[in-house]
């Protein structure tokens, strides 16, 4: 195993783990609920380890990737009903992360926001149209490091350490309203979905493919899965943290992306609250690559074309067009001024409609015999992934419910 | 003549009883050899699982625009 | 496996990729066409593009599908393939099947320059 390029892909999936629906649910999660709501962010994020690592694994040693499997097991129909709903889930995603950048860089510039989106554009389809894969990942990955300035800042706030330990464990806050239960609710399956968003998998498995990983790679994927997710998901829950400890008792409601950033600002000044934005802009940026390259794989692999930023963009030229005009269309929906935390809601409701469609495929791929041979599912595999199937599927039935009851967790 | 346009058709023996849907066709060196059928569809698609009602494909007689036709009588 | 030996046609082979014999990527298995000759029934060949989606959507998706993509379809002789495992591997170049039109109509519009 290469020390060097275990620890790389380490870092990438730390400084690439939080996103904008993660930053904004976890700010408001812990301005409204205080430390109640980590022990979700522990759970999503063990079920994120699980089936990251299932499908890197099925990448590895079955050698081809997720949507690939996803239309030969699931057929023509339901193969282009989940396409079609993880092409929309996505592209709102890809919004919204757009939108979260634009947000950013109006912060840092001052310069308008929608000519900060357009600008942000550019740079993102200049850094995937230069770079090769293994760059793309790792710029965005490693300068999203900038995130830890979070976990710095909680501990500088000098939060009660004993209080974040007790928030691990499963709770339901005693003394809500019904009104208030259902909005804890809302918010359980809201950071269910962020954390376990479907194009993390699609993202992830292509890219084991572009990096051409083999079965001798499995314990640098195990390792990225378990050890890259847990610290990137130790950052969100010090946003949470940081929010319970600063906003919570002022009554502040972090409703913007630009609001979690003073969690920085707050107990370090100028230079918290740089490093703090620059850490954001890299981590939100990088997500809008890997939704919109993720979107772009599926179509490209449910339709058997070339595809990959290993190799040159004239050698993939419709998976090229895809991603370019994946990127004008999530563009185009940041143009028509809709609200950024809007996109956010939205990308958090379809997506967790669409995980069950995605996950079940990649679950019986996992433990299929003829495909994985001596690399498929254990009992402990099989066990945590069909309890997180169990998990998504009721977080999908209750999401449009819990999500009108609550006007999309305004209360 | 296309797979797509066989699979899903009901099968019935000489009887006239419908046996199943076909949903799967075996073939070797190209040739078609068997054809499975049943009351799973999708569940066996996704699970892989082998369907236990096969039959060689010799028992067809008669392949119809909407049904596929055995050439003897079978218990269902 | 080899084409030579037993396999599913539905399990086994419908809604595979295709790749051919340089190792590129050339489309999805999305029909097979059978042909009936002395009373042996037979895989005559593959067929890839959406001009295949006939007979597995409604009616109306696949009116859809044609009007955005076209129905443009190419025939994969069963003698073209080499293998048949995770994907079907052939014996020739996409070109020889017809598989690579649509890549090559885009490939006009993407400028060859910039990318390391």
Redesign the interface.
């Known amino acids: 195993m290469n020390l060097l390029e275990l620890t790389l892909g380490i870092m990438t999936a730390v400084g690439g783990f939080v996103d904008i629906s993660e930053l904004v649910f976890a700010a408001q999660a812990g301005s409204s609920y205080g430390y109640a709501l980590i022990w979700v962010f522990a759970l999503s994020t063990i079920g994120i380890m699980v089936l990251g690592e299932m499908s890197g694994r099925v990448a590895a040693v079955a050698k081809q990737p997720v949507f690939n499997l996803i239309r030969h097991r699931l057929g023509l129909k339901l193969g282009l009903v989940t396409l079609i709903a993880s092409l929309i889930s996505n592209l709102i995603t890809c919004a919204a992360e757009i939108g979260g950048t634009a947000i950013i860089l109006h912060l840092l510039t001052g310069a308008p926001m929608m000519l900060m989106a357009v600008a942000m554009m550019a740079v993102l389809i200049g850094t995937i149209w230069i770079l090769p894969f293994k760059w793309i990942e790792r710029a965005y990955g490693l300068l999203g490091l900038f995130m830890i300035i979070f976990a710095v800042a909680l501990i500088k706030a000098d939060p009660p350490w004993a209080r974040i330990a007790g928030g691990f464990v499963p709770q339901i806050p005693s003394g809500l309203s019904s009104g208030e239960l259902i909005r804890f609710a809302y918010f359980g399956v809201a950071i269910i979905s962020a954390v376990m968003f479907p194009y993390e998998i699609y993202f992830y498995s292509s890219g084991g493919i572009e990096e051409e990983w083999g079965p001798k790679d499995l314990p640098i994927n195990r390792l990225t899965c378990i050890v890259g997710f847990g610290l990137g998901s130790l950052l969100a829950i010090s946003i949470l943290s940081s929010s319970a400890a600063l906003f919570a008792p002022l009554h502040v409601d972090p409703q913007l992306p630009g609001s979690a950033v003073l969690e920085a600002e707050l107990p370090m000044g100028r230079v918290g609250l740089l490093l703090a934005l620059l850490g954001v802009l890299f981590a939100v940026a990088g997500a809008a690559i890997e939704t919109c390259l993720a979107n772009a794989y599926s179509v490209a692999q449910f339709f058997g074309w070339e595809w990959g930023r290993h190799k040159k963009p004239w050698n993939t030229p419709r998976f090229t067009l895809t991603w370019i005009a994946l990127f004008l269309l999530a563009l185009a929906i940041v143009l028509t001024g809709v609200d950024v935390m809007k996109l956010v809601e939205f990308a958090v409701l379809f997506s967790v409609l669409v995980l069950p469609l995605t996950y079940l495929p990649l679950l019986l791929l996992a433990s299929d015999r003829h495909f994985m041979r001596e690399h498929r599912n254990g009992v402990l595999a099989n066990g945590l992934g069909w309890l997180y199937f169990a998990v998504i599927v009721a977080a999908a039935v209750a999401a449009v419910p819990l999500y009108l009851l609550t006007s999309g967790g305004q209360g | 003549?296309?797979?797509?346009?066989?699979?899903g058709l009901p099968v019935r023996d000489a009887a006239g009883r419908t046996l199943g849907r076909l949903?799967?066709?075996?073939?070797?060196?190209?040739?078609?050899?068997e054809l499975v059928y049943g009351p799973a569809g999708?569940f066996?698609?996704?699970?892989?699982r082998a369907q236990p009602t096969t039959l060689p494909?010799s028992r067809v007689k008669r392949i119809h625009a909407k049904t596929i036709e055995l050439n003897q009588s079978l218990d269902p | 496996m080899n084409p030579h030996g037993r396999i599913q046609l539905v399990g086994g082979l419908l809604d595979l990729p295709i790749i051919d014999k340089d190792g590129r990527y050339c489309g999805i298995v999305d029909d097979m066409e059978l042909e009936e000759t002395r009373g042996v029934l037979r895989v005559k060949g593959l067929l890839v593009g959406p001009g295949a989606y006939r007979g597995r959507l409604p009616g109306w998706a696949f009116h859809l599908i044609r009007w955005i993509a076209g129905a443009r379809m190419a025939r994969v002789p069963w003698d073209a393939i080499e293998s048949i495992g995770g994907a079907v591997v052939l014996k020739v170049t996409a070109e020889t099947c017809g598989l690579h039109r649509a890549e090559d109509k885009a490939r006009r519009l993407i400028p060859r320059r910039g990318a390391m």
């Open positions: 003549m296309r797979l797509s346009a066989l699979i949903h799967e066709i075996r073939a070797v060196d190209g040739r078609i050899s999708l066996e698609r996704l699970t892989g494909w």
